[in-house]
């Protein structure tokens, strides 16, 4: 198994423009930029990519709601208010993989007709914000973002917005009502935040390791990202790991790889003498499972 999104995360200097660029970087959106926006969207759909935040929606399906018979502008919002306890893989990208999450960003910006899009980062993650401010520079020195990005006749600017650290505002429309600077409480739906979202807008919310898949999706293709996983779950997930067991952190796992094989094969399982009793899922928000539970695959939790 080839991982998609942590392949060159221990390489030195991974997260700069001039390593990610010497891997490929940026070749996708190259390419965006001389295709139809439709075409964007539905290679997207194709590729049957789901929502990597928790609701596990189709992205594709999810920009082709945007509505394309209205002058209201439309927005793009990354969502890196990584606040479930227990969870730190968007950190882990936002680290070591800035400008594949920001490659992902512009592309669906491009094929949704976005041209000011916002990353809602936790206000914890001050040395990931930096990193991020860091990415955000050197794309705008590179013409990746601004006006006329390489040569064409689209232009987007991003703008980090940082938290107050409010669990809540890692929900879409308590996270958009933050973003207004109101209180960050849900909104009642519909109207979804598609048709009326920021500033009463059309506005798309897509987390971290969602938009950090989509260059490769564009790169190689639908069909090549479908065989990545199995069944109506394709592609791959990462995975935090903590609490009692030998070897916790992010694990980059093919969709359908049974909890079991991830606890035991790939972290190495509890320590000697011991075995594993329970494991609590989605963080604090989620359940328990135990004894046959831990033989299920990970798409079926």
Aim: charged letters at 20%; aromatic letters at 10%.
């Amino acid at each position: 198994f080839k991982p998609v999104l942590t392949e060159h995360i221990h390489q030195k200097d991974c997260h700069t423009l001039s390593f990610y660029k010497s891997i490929g970087g940026y070749t996708a959106l190259d390419n965006v930029l001389k295709m139809n926006p439709a075409d964007v969207i539905q290679e997207v759909k194709d590729s049957n990519l789901r929502g990597r935040g928790g609701a596990g929606f189709p992205a594709g399906v999810k920009w082709g709601f945007i509505p394309k018979d209205t002058n209201k502008p439309k927005y793009l919002i990354n969502n890196a208010d990584e606040s479930e306890p227990g969870t730190f893989k968007d950190r882990l990208l936002m680290n070591k993989a800035p400008h594949q999450m920001l490659e992902g960003m512009i592309i669906a910006a491009y094929a949704i007709g976005c041209q000011t899009s916002f990353i809602y980062i936790r206000g914890e993650f001050y040395k990931e914000f930096k990193m991020l401010e860091m990415a955000l520079a050197e794309a705008y020195d590179g013409n990746i973002l601004g006006h006329n990005i390489f040569g064409s006749d689209y232009n987007l600017d991003v703008v980090i917005h940082r938290g107050a650290g409010a669990y809540i505002c890692g929900e879409e429309t308590g996270l958009i009502e933050s973003l207004e600077g109101k209180r960050g409480w849900p909104r009642i739906k519909p109207p979804f935040p598609a048709i009326e979202g920021y500033l009463q807008s059309p506005t798309i919310v897509n987390n971290v390791e969602t938009l950090a898949s989509v260059p490769s999706i564009v790169r190689h293709g639908a069909a090549w990202y479908r065989d990545l996983g199995v069944s109506d779950q394709p592609g791959t997930k990462v995975i935090s790991l903590s609490g009692d067991i030998r070897y916790p952190g992010n694990y980059e796992i093919p969709m359908g790889l049974p909890l079991q094989v991830l606890l035991y094969d790939w972290a190495g399982g509890p320590s000697s003498g011991r075995s594993v009793q329970a494991v609590t899922m989605a963080g604090l928000s989620g359940g328990f499972l135990a004894g046959p539970d831990l033989e299920l695959s990970l798409i079926h939790i």
